[in-house]
């Protein structure tokens, strides 16, 4: 089975700042790697996902990840952060080759974005 | 429609009675899921259904639970003799295809049932 560890349970930043958030998964096998938002008073939405390929994946809003494979990793980034970042982020996985697309989410990280 | 709609938002249940919460998945989207998220927990896996088969009930916490898609649209969740421990938000998602695990799921705004 799949597990996700999220270790940055709160995050609090100023605008301009960097951010990385980590995201550890752990299965044997090959995963698909997801990165959702959830704005306040919103719902889910997806940031952005990693299947094949390069391994540095571009999402929306100058956000990007890098899956590195050994070390099971897909930490989210990116270079200047804005008051509008304020959010919870979830990282994600699901088992690529069994036909399941149910996700196994991480426990979130709360991002304050201070102005 | 414009996206995944859920219905109530808000349920305020007495410990003992039956819910039923609604999940409208995006239109054409054929496989829907069923999620569970506690209080400062990420969501967890309830349930999926690919058109109105339900393929995967491995989430499920109890036979208290139940789900069902008979049209291959619409879906229910229903919670029979509701304990407080089930309070939590209860999100629904859907994806267009059911072939891939690489398909974006596309998520409702969530149900939060409190039971006192």
């Known amino acids: 089975a799949q597990s996700v560890s999220q270790h940055n349970h709160h995050v609090i930043l100023s605008e301009a700042a960097s951010l990385e958030l980590g995201c550890n998964y752990s299965?044997?096998?090959?995963?698909?790697l997801f990165w959702y938002v959830q704005y306040p008073g919103q719902h889910l939405q997806l940031l952005l996902k990693?299947?094949?390929?390069?391994?540095l994946v571009k999402g929306i809003k100058g956000f990007e990840a890098e899956f590195i494979k050994s070390k099971f990793s897909f930490n989210l980034r990116k270079p200047s952060v804005q008051w509008s970042d304020t959010a919870e982020y979830f990282c994600?996985?699901?088992?690529?080759?069994?036909?399941?697309?149910?996700?196994?989410f991480g426990t979130g990280t709360r991002l304050l974005v201070s102005p | 429609g414009a996206g995944v709609s859920q219905s109530p938002r808000y349920k305020v249940a007495k410990r003992g009675q039956d819910v039923a919460l609604r999940c409208d998945p995006i239109s054409g989207h054929v496989s829907l899921f069923w999620y569970q998220q506690a209080l400062g927990q990420g969501p967890e896996f309830l349930t999926y259904?690919?058109?109105?088969?339900?393929?995967?009930k491995s989430g499920l916490p109890s036979d208290r639970f139940f789900a069902e898609r008979p049209e291959g649209s619409v879906s229910t969740l229903k919670i029979q003799r509701t304990q407080q421990e089930d309070s939590a938000v209860y999100l629904c998602?859907?994806?267009?295809?059911?072939?891939?695990?690489?398909?974006?799921?596309?998520f409702g705004p969530g149900t939060r049932l409190l039971v006192l």
């Open positions: 998602a859907s994806s267009l295809w059911a072939g891939g695990t690489q398909e974006t799921q596309y």
């Open positions: 990693y299947f094949s390929g390069d391994p």
């Open positions: 994600a996985v699901n088992a690529r080759n069994t036909g399941f697309q149910k996700l196994v």
């Open positions: 259904f690919q058109n109105e088969a339900q393929l995967d």
């Open positions: 299965y044997g096998g090959t995963v698909n």
